[in-house]
């Protein structure tokens, strides 16, 4: 463990940048060779949309990265934070409880939030227009949500009290998480159901993209699946029924056009239907 905490402390934004490509890489090649489903669709225009917005979000996590840093620093400093609380435990007990509380405020208490505040849902419906759900999908965010969700981090920070090494940990996985649940891949059905019960599976996030409520609203997390299992947004429904997109936004011109995209926040409010 000792070493993971070592590489994490003083990992590169070149070993960062490489986490994500390699990712993307490795899940794209595999859902080339053996995809869930056959969509009819450019997939290059399709990952050019995606990867901007995978851009912007890393420039915009760039720009603000000190505040994390300051955060993080502000945290063990002041011995303040859960974890610091917390009586002496061994260094993996630590970082799993770290790790689940980081994913909890800040992935599965964000997402929650974003669905249920209509001026942040403007920013996340780019998200969820998205109507070839793959592995280049996962970080289809718009700049103003990766504001929103960079925010929520940094108090996870402040609240999780945990350390830089961790936050860089719970990063890194993060993006390899959600390129996998992601990802156009078809697991075996009752491993994937199995897997679903520790970490979001492709299966149990693809419910998430179905065009419609209740669905929608529903498997919120990015790494464990606790979360939506002990507050009851879990639910379930069988990948051949999935349908992706948002049913406000079903027309190409609203959901694969870039420009549309980056306007969608601050165009009339469509509430989308139960």
Known sequence: MQTIIDYFESISSLHRGLILVGGITLFWLIENAYPLFKFQYNKIEHAGINIFFTITTIII?????????????????????????????????YTIV?????????????????????????????HHTDTWIDTTSANRHH????????????????????????????????????????????????????????????????????YKLPYTDSNYG?????????????????????????DTHMKPEENNQLVNLLKIPFQKYRAPEH
């Open 222 to 246: 990015n790494i464990f699946s606790i979360w939506d299992r002990l507050f009851g947004t879990y639910s379930y429904l069988d990948r051949e029924k999935i349908i992706y997109g948002v």
């Open 143 to 210: 700049p103003g949500e990766s504001i929103i969700r960079f925010i929520f981090t940094v108090i996870g920070v402040l609240i999780v009290g945990s350390p830089m090494w961790m936050v860089f940990l719970y990063q890194s996985l993060s993006v390899v998480f959600s390129q996998f649940n992601h990802a156009n891949i078809p697991l075996p059905k009752k491993i994937d159901k199995l897997l679903s019960y520790f970490i979001i599976s492709p299966d149990m996030h693809k419910v998430h993209h179905h």
């Open 61 to 93: 996590n760039f720009l603000m990265a000190f505040i994390l840093l300051l955060a993080a620093d502000l945290a063990i400093q002041q011995n303040f934070g859960i974890l610091q609380w917390l009586p002496q435990m061994n260094i993996w007990i």
């Open 98 to 126: 770290g790790l689940l509380l980081l994913d909890l405020i800040g992935a599965y208490l964000v997402h929650l939030i974003e669905h249920k505040v209509t001026f942040l849902w403007r920013f996340h419906l780019i």
